[in-house]
């Protein structure tokens, strides 16, 4: 089984319209991250979380929230999706070692906003 | 400025040949850099990752740091045509321990 799953993988769905992706992760990091991709744009960060109780902003969180269900779970929603939300959406999860942090990728959500 | 630069690409290098990637960067206090690969459609794989100035090298991957002129590049030896996806460059910055990363680098390896 993959260490990081997405749900769903690909969502189409209409203006207006609440939407939530999930992220589960087996793991045992603490750490989880929400990116959207978009060509040209690269990676960027819209929400990060350090464990349970902490929830940070990233550099686009408006028209975003989140919520840290446990330890292995960490959900995106978008309260009323618009057309330019549509985008590769990853979760990721990271690890320190000694020397450095480390993040790893989920399979990523393909969404379309219409 | 981007925080986090790379030359968008594509670059073409003949099978066997080196590729060789760069990446610079505009915090001077980062201290981690990790180079990704990424699949069309798919999710960034790490490939590599540096802290120490100089080179650390894992199999046909070398990667290679410079702080003081703030760029870190990767090389690969014998591209193969499964090496032909976006290199990203991501650099460790601030005190939170998050990733900005580049804007990728398209690699095609021609047969």
């Known amino acids: 089984d993959a260490d990081v799953t997405q749900t769903p993988r690909n969502r189409i769905t209409k203006t207006g319209k609440r939407i939530m992706l999930e992220c589960s992760q087996t793991k045992g990091h603490d750490r989880m991250y929400w990116y959207r991709q978009d060509p040209g744009l690269g990676l960027r960060l819209i929400y990060y979380s350090f464990d349970v109780k902490d929830i940070n902003k990233g550099e686009i969180s408006d028209g975003y929230s989140v919520s840290r269900q446990a330890q292995a779970k960490f959900s995106l929603s978008l309260e009323s999706a618009i057309p330019n939300q549509t985008a590769l959406y990853f979760c990721a999860t990271s690890d320190r070692d000694r020397f450095q942090e480390t993040q790893y990728f989920g399979p990523g959500t393909r969404l379309l906003v219409l | 400025q981007k925080e986090v630069e790379q030359n968008s690409g594509p670059l073409s290098v003949p099978e066997g040949a080196i590729a060789s990637l760069n990446c610079t960067y505009s915090?001077?206090?980062?201290?981690?850099f990790f180079w990704y690969r990424q699949y069309s459609g798919k999710s960034p794989e790490l490939i590599m990752s540096?802290?120490?100035?100089g080179d650390k090298e894992d199999g046909r991957f070398t990667a290679q740091l410079n702080k003081a002129s703030q760029y870190v590049s990767l090389l690969i030896r014998d591209s193969q045509p499964s090496d032909s996806a976006t290199y990203l460059c991501a650099v460790e910055t601030g005190t939170a321990s998050k990733l900005t990363f580049g804007t990728g680098t398209r690699l095609q390896v021609t047969l």
């Open positions: 915090d001077r206090v980062s201290q981690s």
């Open positions: 540096i802290y120490s100035n």
